[in-house]
């Protein structure tokens, strides 16, 4: 169902026609935000900035039912989707992190061991899309303008830029919790343009971090929230309510060569802010959208993605992150419209994942829910094994809900290995919280069209994934140090994201069907009339062409 409310053909106040949007826009800009679920836009809707998200959400065309149609549902999968086009399995990022069986290794995303830092601390610094195995549309901008239409992505995470950003980009930046600074690698430059320089000499992450955390709005604007001080919450060594003294919380965490802890600013709203600051500055300098050549930017929020895991989705933190966040795109915006003009610019506003309740929260409401500890599981599946088998190294270990056997050690012991997989699979059901676990083979040549099995299969790369895949229950979450809630699911918490268009020719529609968000890079490519991705399967949203 589409609900259109205005055209994109503007008129005057005597009817003639004002004017026609230009035939491509000049800047195409996405804004991701980690860990926001589409509820959230709904319940704090009317206490946003009519100038921020709202703005968004009453003058773009806004889909209320878009998701991710992949179980593996993190960070850089999400990012990588949005930007190929392409599920999963066929661009490769199926997880933060995958083990490498043949290397004998977790492999992260984005690590480059050939390439190096620039600007920046040696440990941030080994990054590039090497990994990604599919273009995107920033590629492909790039070789239909010849190089001339300048791509960029920035991000606190070096994964969320560089899969923005793709292959052939100008630049990702990323931030380097070390320094306090922007940097990148020479996957992409030799060194940092001065203006880059000039911004990280300015001190803003100084600037940030001694200052406090306090609540920025009334406090019946968070009435729908859990108690600020709770049981459930972890927050910062153990304080989980308002206010929260950075400067004094930076400096107790502070580094052995440092003064202070600079990856704080990824657990609070103003690395959001930060961000923001960075990307118009790189607008600014870049030149970017001052041609007739669109030049696409990435924008990647990722606060509210480490407020959520400590603090859970209800809490006042996360909710003062959101309110912090709308006053950054409402900048954002206003700076858009004013250097480059809304009818020159194209958003589109979404988020890489959503996120569950706690389950102690939920547990309140007498909804079932809990955590599944798998580190007591592979533990006891080692046993099981050994048992069954004889003594031996039979796991190598766990990780993103899947469970990697020792694969050589099992073909040496001349036992099936599929059948060891079953076995697990049958073993792994058996814990509280799991509600289904598949052995590998379920997935090398099915064709599933619908449900989690599908999602489990568009998380699926042969030399990528475990042995045995789980699912848990609804509303269970893994335990994992201090977070006390997980992402990471096939469930609506999760999958069920934002997506919303704003500038250049978008109508102001509301859009009920159900759509995928592999759809964003297909959309861009048919709209700016460059090839698709080579491994994209999204449609284009039509609604966007009328």
């Known amino acids: 169902m589409v609900i259109v409310i205005s055209q994109s053909l ?3 106040a005597r009817g003639q026609t004002a004017y026609i949007p230009p035939e491509k826009p000049k800047l195409v800009v996405g804004i991701v935000v980690e860990q926001l679920r589409y509820d959230h836009l709904e319940q704090y809707r009317s206490r946003l900035a009519e100038n921020g998200i709202r703005l968004l959400l009453n003058e773009g065309t806004y889909y209320q039912n878009a998701s991710y149609e992949y179980m593996l549902t993190q960070s850089a999968p999400g990012h990588a989707t949005i930007s190929t086009g392409a599920e999963p399995f066929v661009h490769g990022i199926t997880s933060d992190s995958w083990y490498a069986s043949l290397r004998n290794e977790l492999v992260y995303s984005t690590a480059d061991n050939s390439v190096d830092p620039v600007g920046g601390s040696y ?23 010849n190089g001339l239409a300048k791509v960029y992505a920035v991000g606190m995470k070096d994964n969320s830029a560089i899969l923005s950003a793709g292959h052939s980009a100008d630049a990702a930046y990323w931030y380097d919790s070390f320094t306090g600074t922007w940097m990148t690698s020479n996957y ?29 709005r009334p406090l019946e604007d968070y009435i729908d929230c859990v108690p600020d001080s709770n049981a459930f919450e972890a927050g910062f060594d153990g304080v989980n309510y308002f206010p929260y003294d950075l400067k004094k919380m930076s400096t107790k965490r502070k580094l052995l060569t440092r003064e202070k802890d600079y990856s704080l600013l990824n657990e609070v709203p103003f690395g959001n802010s930060l961000t923001n600051q960075f990307a118009m500055k790189l607008i600014e300098k870049e030149e970017l959208g001052l041609d007739d050549v ?27 992150a959101v309110y912090r966040l709308d006053k950054d795109i409402a900048e954002l915006l206003a700076f858009l419209n004013d250097k480059i003009g809304k009818r020159n ?18 547990e309140s409401y007498r909804i079932p829910s809990g955590f599944f500890i798998q580190n007591q599981a592979i533990q006891l599946l080692r046993s099981y094994l050994n048992v069954l088998y004889g003594e031996g190294n039979w796991v190598k270990g766990y990780s993103e809900k899947q469970v990697f056997l020792n694969r050589e050690f099992i073909e040496d012991a001349k036992i099936d290995l599929d059948e060891m997989r079953q076995r697990v699979a049958r073993f792994m059901v058996q814990f509280a919280g799991v509600a289904s676990a598949y052995p590998y083979s379920a997935f090398e040549a099915n064709d599933f069209i619908d449900g989690n099995l599908l999602r489990i299969s568009n998380s699926f790369n042969p ?16 335990k994992k ?19 919303i268009w704003y500038g250049w020719s978008v109508n102001r529609a509301t859009v ?14 048919s709209l700016l009339k460059v090839p698709y991705p080579n491994a994209c399967t999204g449609e284009p949203l039509f609604e966007l062409f009328r």
């Open 294 to 320: 669109t030049d696409f930017l990435t924008i990647c929020f990722s606060a509210t993605d480490n407020i959520g895991h400590r603090f859970g989705p209800s809490s006042f933190e996360l909710a003062d």
């Open 123 to 145: 440990e941030s610094g080994q990054r590039s899309p090497v990994n990604l195995l599919a273009s995107t549309f920033s590629d492909e901008l790039k070789m239909a303008t």
């Open 463 to 478: 030399k990528r994934t475990g042995d045995v895949i789980i699912i848990l229950n609804p509303g269970w979450v893994e």
């Open 481 to 499: 140090d201090d977070h006390v809630t997980e992402h990471n699911s096939p469930y609506e918490c999760d999958t069920h994201v934002p997506l």
């Open 345 to 362: 610019i194209l958003v589109y506003f979404t988020s890489a994942h959503g996120v569950s309740e706690i389950p102690g929260i939920r």
């Open 512 to 525: 009920t069907r159900k759509v995928n968000l592999t759809a964003i890079s297909a959309t861009l490519s």
């Open 10 to 12: 503007f008129f005057n």
């Open 188 to 216: 992409y430059m030799d060194s940092l343009p001065g203006w880059m320089n000039d911004f990280n000499a300015s001190g803003y992450s100084d600037i940030f971090l001694d200052g406090s955390w306090t609540l920025l």
